[in-house]
């Protein structure tokens, strides 16, 4: 986009507006928007300036951003006029029309003035604002019947279990499309256009995932699967680079459709008229997307390890071996990994663990001292038999995570039939909503059950293997071993300095988690 506004040829300067909406199936090209414009901006005299937006719906609440880029220069009077192929290419939203029209009001020093080809919408008068407004709350009903129209489509979808369309994920095979008459398929920048093989997977990013669930049940984190892609130039599905990020990977890892399973994200507007999506809802089995790459009960211990770790954006960029897991026996805060005022003697500022809640008497403590005395703690547990034990029975669990799982299927049922009865007007809504509601805190219910089954789920490796973690402590991530320190000693406390003065390290000032006790019974000699 041009951002040149003001020519120094004193000719009068004017936007000419495009969007191609994420509905291709109508409407100009962005090409053709602009030729119109630029035919009239030409006619006229008028210096152009492009704005345009590339598959953003006027309707969808999208902040669109050379709209607004364009509208800010409006207002400061940079920009006096505007051209659009059609008036439904500005706007669909009354709000927004309104806006327009107050930018038109010939008491302002700089009125704006709207044009499409035909000519000037005259938004200074009342017949032009009338007929705006008729045209805006036209397209504006007609958009939302589409979208009522789209959503039924959709759901009817799910309910016989098809996903929907999209690219193609990762861990599917991909093909080349073909055009109806059977021609291979290529888009205009001439690149083949692919689509995905739904029931045919790609064996190769299948192995990756099942490597990375299986690691991130152990302590890996999502980043430190992003760099191992990246370091072995995995492709990314949609561009071809590699270019992985935490995020990307857990938009992967969290899709219920590696266990098989159809997800729904619904779409709700916040308090502040933004358009966001609430998390994954699982809504049934998915009938054409082949075997599943994990079975659900895994699929679903990982969500629950992935929420309490704070993957979906609370746990903080920059991390410590000890993130998250210190905590202030005196208030119960979280503590903060910090540098230390430096004393007569220090080559530089010594790192503590501090309290940062207000009032006296909150503790801070040595932080090199305590990592150390940690870890050498969490090496001890690993080693002992006890907790070998432990892990052991937890690794017995299975069962009862596939007993959770089928208790999953079964609220998901009833959903379905609580919907069904609504559908065909057997249940009133006041009902159905009250028995959505209650079924959905049922599922919360029992996902929350499945999260202990992977308390230990890092130390299953190590238990009772005398030294092996020991041995291979140097080269876990952080990440990992913060993990295996979580599960080994569980929340660690810090009480208050014994002693006033410099925060050193005291370890009768910390507490941790018992030690496990050995619960199998021996035999009697």
């Known amino acids: 986009m041009n951002n040149q506004t003001t020519p120094a040829n004193g000719t009068p300067t004017v936007a000419l507006y495009a969007r191609l909406s994420d509905d291709r199936k109508h409407g100009a090209s962005i090409e053709s928007q602009l030729e119109d414009c630029f035919a009239l901006a030409e006619e006229q005299g008028w210096q152009p300036v492009e704005f345009v937006d590339r598959d953003i719906s006027a309707f969808s609440g999208r902040l669109r951003p050379a709209y607004e880029a364009m509208m800010a220069k409006a207002r400061t009077g940079e920009i006096t006029r505007v051209v659009a192929w059609d008036l439904d290419r500005l706007y669909r939203d009354p709000r927004e029309l309104e806006d327009l029209i107050a930018l038109a009001d010939p008491r302002r020093l700089h009125p704006l003035r709207v044009y499409d080809p035909a000519g000037d919408l005259n938004l200074d008068t009342e017949g032009g604002i009338t007929a705006a407004r008729n045209r805006v709350n036209t397209a504006n009903m007609e958009s939302r019947s589409k979208s009522r ?78 760099m191992r892609w990246n370091a072995a130039k995995v492709p990314q599905p949609q561009t071809g680079r590699a270019n992985w990020t935490a995020h990307i990977v857990h938009a992967i890892v969290a899709s219920p459709r590696l266990a098989g399973l159809l997800g729904h994200r619904k779409q709700v507007i916040d308090d502040s008229g933004k358009v966001r999506y609430e998390a994954v809802e699982v809504v049934g089995e998915a009938k054409d997307i082949g075997p599943p790459i994990i079975d659900r009960a895994t699929w679903e211990r990982l969500q629950q390890v992935l929420e309490q770790r704070g993957a979906t954006g609370h746990m903080p960029r920059r991390r410590s071996l000890l993130t998250g897991l210190v905590t202030c026996e005196k208030c119960g805060s979280v503590m903060v990994r910090s540098g230390a005022r430096r004393h007569n ?47 052991r029975q937890r690794g017995k669990q299975g069962q009862e995570a596939a007993e959770l799982v089928s208790q999953l299927e079964e609220l ?114």
């Open 149 to 226: 129209r789209v959503k039924r489509a959709k759901a009817r979808i799910r309910k016989q279990g098809i996903s929907g369309g999209g690219p193609r994920p990762f861990g599917w095979l991909a093909q080349q499309a073909v055009e109806p008459s059977g021609k291979p398929a290529f888009k205009k920048d001439g690149t083949p256009k692919v689509i995905w093989i739904r029931n045919q997977h790609d064996p190769d990013e299948v192995a990756l995932i099942k490597a990375a669930v299986a690691d991130l049940l152990k302590g890996a984190s999502l980043r430190d699967i992003a």
């Open 345 to 391: 003697g220090d080559a530089e500022a010594r790192k503590v663990w501090r309290c940062m809640a207000a009032g006296g008497g909150h503790p801070s403590i040595d932080a090199q001292a305590l990592e150390e005395w940690l870890i050498e703690a969490t090496l001890h547990r690993a080693d002992t038999a006890s907790l070998a034990a432990m892990v």
């Open 412 to 525: 998901e049922r009833q959903m379905d039939a609580a919907a069904r009865s609504y559908a065909a007007g057997r249940l009133p809504i006041r009902a159905f909503e009250e028995a959505s509601a209650e079924l959905q805190r049922k599922q919360k219910a029992v996902q929350s059950r499945l999260g202990p089954l992977t308390a230990t789920a890092p130390l299953e490796p190590y238990a009772g293997r005398r030294g092996l973690l020991r041995k291979r402590w140097p080269t876990l991530s952080l990440d990992e071993q913060r993990a295996i320190i979580a599960a080994a000693l569980g929340r660690v406390t810090v009480g208050p300095v014994r002693k006033v003065g410099r925060p050193t390290f005291d370890s009768r000032r910390v507490k941790i988690a018992p030690a496990p006790r050995n619960t199998t019974k021996r035999r009697k000699t």
